[in-house]
């Protein structure tokens, strides 16, 4: 039977992975876990549209453009080749708090623990802070 994890990360978008690939390469035994799939939220592929606008008009000689998407699933890679177990269909329904501290998480499949919680659901973080009585500060 395999021990815990040491750190959780809520959601698979782009700052989650990168969390995920720093805390394993830290040496943490990482679980990241993403409701749906990576990149589903604001990280997901950019509208073609979006490009062709902010494309327009540029006076640089050479511009450059990251895409969320495939730099998210870039460093889902890299957590997974650093040990990171990456889960998806995996929603966080609440976050375990006990005084000030948070202990893991709430899965729908039951509660898992650690001794850190990043959460980085994005626009879905304030409600979930929020739910467990944290104030989520300005967004
Ligand atoms: C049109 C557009 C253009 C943009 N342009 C730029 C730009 O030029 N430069 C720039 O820096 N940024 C830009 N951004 C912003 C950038 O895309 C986002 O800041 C970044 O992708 C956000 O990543 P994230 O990981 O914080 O959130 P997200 O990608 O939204 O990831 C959050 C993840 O958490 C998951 N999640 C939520 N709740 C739960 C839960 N309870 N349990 C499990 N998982 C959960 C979601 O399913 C989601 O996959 C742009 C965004 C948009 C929409």
């Not at 830290?26 to 606008?53: F, I, K, Q």
């Not at 000030?100 to 979930?128: D, F, M, Q």
Request: charge should be positive.
């Amino acid at each position: 039977m395999s021990a815990g994890p040491e750190a959780i990360v809520i959601g698979g978008g782009l700052l989650g992975c990168a969390s995920a690939a720093a805390l394993a390469e830290g040496g943490a035994r990482t679980l990241l876990v993403e409701r749906e799939d990576l990149a589903s939220g604001s990280s997901a592929p950019p509208n073609p549209r979006w490009g062709r606008r902010s494309s327009a008009g540029r006076s640089a000689r050479r511009t450059f453009q990251v895409d969320p998407w495939q730099l998210t699933f870039a460093f889902a890679r890299l957590a997974r080749r650093r040990g990171a177990t990456v889960r998806c269909g995996a929603e966080v329904v609440g976050l375990l708090r006990e005084g000030e501290g948070i202990l893991g998480v709430r899965l729908r499949e039951g509660n898992v623990y650690a001794g850190a919680v990043v959460v980085a659901a994005g626009a879905w973080t304030a409600p979930l802070l929020e739910g467990a009585g944290l104030w989520a500060g300005a967004a």
